[in-house]
C-alpha cells in the first residue's frame, strides 16, 4: 500500500521561504516521478512542480517558476519543494503524488498521478 506523508507547511510572511517534504512508502520510489499541486481557498486542484522517475528533468507551473524547486532523494524516499520568494497568491493546501507506473516524466497532468497525499497547508501573509 503506497502512502504519501507530506510535511513542511505553516504560516510566513511574503517573501519568505518553506521546504515541504513528502515522504513516500509502499513501492520501489525511485521507479515512480512524483509531483506537487496545490488548491487555494475557492480554486480547483492545480499543478506546481514535477520530476521524472530519474530525477533528470522537472517540470514547473508558469507561476512558480525560478521561485519554486522539486527534487527528490531516492536514499530518504523522499520528495521535497522548496518555495522561496513566497507571495500570498501560493496560499493553499499543497498535495505530493506518485506516478501510475514507473519511469515516467515530469507530467503535470493529474491523471498520471494515483496516489496522493493528505496534504500540508502554507499561508503566506501580505
Known amino acids: 500500500q503506497v502512502q504519501l506523508v507530506e510535511s513542511g507547511g505553516g504560516l510566513v510572511q511574503a517573501g519568505g521561504s518553506l521546504r515541504l517534504s513528502c515522504a513516500a512508502s509502499g513501492r520501489t520510489f525511485s521507479s515512480y516521478a512524483m509531483g506537487w499541486f496545490r488548491q487555494g481557498p475557492g480554486k480547483e486542484r492545480e499543478f506546481v512542480a514535477a520530476?521524472?522517475?530519474?530525477?533528470?528533468?522537472?517540470n514547473y507551473a508558469d507561476s512558480v517558476k525560478g521561485r519554486f524547486t522539486i527534487s527528490k532523494d531516492n536514499a530518504k524516499n523522499t520528495v521535497y519543494l522548496q518555495m522561496n520568494s513566497l507571495k500570498p497568491e501560493d496560499t493553499a493546501a499543497y498535495y505530493c503524488?506518485?506516478?501510475?507506473?514507473?519511469?515516467?516524466?515530469?507530467?503535470?497532468?493529474?491523471?498520471?498521478?494515483?496516489?496522493w497525499g493528505q496534504g500540508t497547508q502554507v499561508t503566506v501573509s501580505s
Open positions: 520530476i521524472a522517475w530519474s530525477g533528470s528533468s522537472t
Open positions: 503524488a506518485q506516478s501510475r507506473g514507473p519511469y515516467y516524466g515530469a507530467s503535470g497532468a493529474e491523471d498520471d498521478y494515483n496516489f
